[in-house]
Nanobody, 126 residues
């Protein structure tokens, strides 16, 4: 059974930083993509950042240069370091994992399979 547990959200002022964590377990495929997606009220769900089996990382244009994704395989924990946060970053952030090979739509496949955590709220005030 796949289990993803996020932590680290909170409220910060614009320009501040937060680090999200996601403890992952139960996903046994040799090829996978794990990452973060976010959902804000009235906005489309967005894949924020992901990392695949060979360590390749991808970022949404809106967060490039500000967010850094990493995965500690020894701890089975995914991280998202967020800096220079903006009010537009306000959203519920979810950790998700799915099969590799879906490119920018990895998070859609992960959600379709049900491999998504419960989320952690990030609120950025101006």
């Amino acid at each position: 059974q796949v289990e993803l547990v996020e932590s680290g959200g909170g409220s910060v002022q614009a320009g501040g930083s937060l680090r999200l964590s996601c403890k992952a377990s139960g996903y046994t495929s040799d090829s996978y993509c794990i990452g973060w997606l976010r959902q804000a009220p009235g906005k489309e769900r967005e894949g924020v950042a992901d990392i695949d089996t060979d360590g390749t990382t991808n970022y949404a244009d809106s967060v490039k240069g500000r967010f850094t994704i990493s995965y500690d395989s020894a701890k089975n924990t995914l991280y998202l370091q967020m800096t220079n946060l903006k009010p537009d970053d306000t959203a519920m952030y979810f950790c998700a994992v799915g099969p590799g090979g879906y490119g920018g739509e990895w998070f859609l496949k992960a959600v379709q399979l049900g491999y998504r955590g419960q989320g952690t709220q990030v609120t950025v005030s101006s």
